[in-house]
Nanobody, 127 residues
Framework: QVQLVESGGGLVQAGGSLRLSCAASGRTFSSYAMGWFRQALGKEREFVAAISRSGGNTYYADSVKGRFTISRDNAKNMVYLQMNSLKPEDTAVYYC????????????????????WGQGTQVTVSS
């Protein structure tokens, strides 16, 4: 089992940047594919970005491609989401998630594929 704790959210003006972090417990972090999701008020949770177990492969939602970057540091049990050129529509609670069933090299975009979730961190982008 793994526990996930997100941090780094906050209030930022449109065009600004934030870096979200997700700290994972456990000794087998490198065996989990990781993802970031977000949920805006009144909307369903949606996929943002995913990264494979080694970090060699990444995948992004079209809405954030070119603006957000997902990365991980397996030595530190951390996954990150660098968010640049933020827009008001990026406002949401952001969650990191871990998938222990993913094969090496796989990136996972399906919400239902993730077994473990953090508590979320609020990102608010003002116009």
């Amino acid at each position: 089992q793994v526990q996930l704790v997100e941090s780094g959210g906050g209030l930022v003006q449109a065009g600004g940047s934030l870096r979200l972090s997700c700290a994972a417990s456990g000794r087998t972090f490198s065996s989990y594919a990781m993802g970031w999701f977000r949920q805006a008020l009144g909307k369903e949770r949606e996929f943002v970005a995913a990264i494979s177990r080694s970090g060699g492969n990444t995948y992004y939602a079209d809405s954030v491609k070119g603006r957000f970057t997902i990365s991980r540091d397996n030595a530190k049990n951390m996954v990150y989401l660098q968010m640049n050129s933020l827009k008001p529509e990026d406002t949401a609670v952001y969650y990191c998630a871990a998938d222990f069933r993913a094969l090496a090299g796989a990136v996972v975009a399906g919400l239902g594929d993730y077994a473990y979730w953090g508590q979320g961190t609020q990102v608010t982008v003002s116009s």
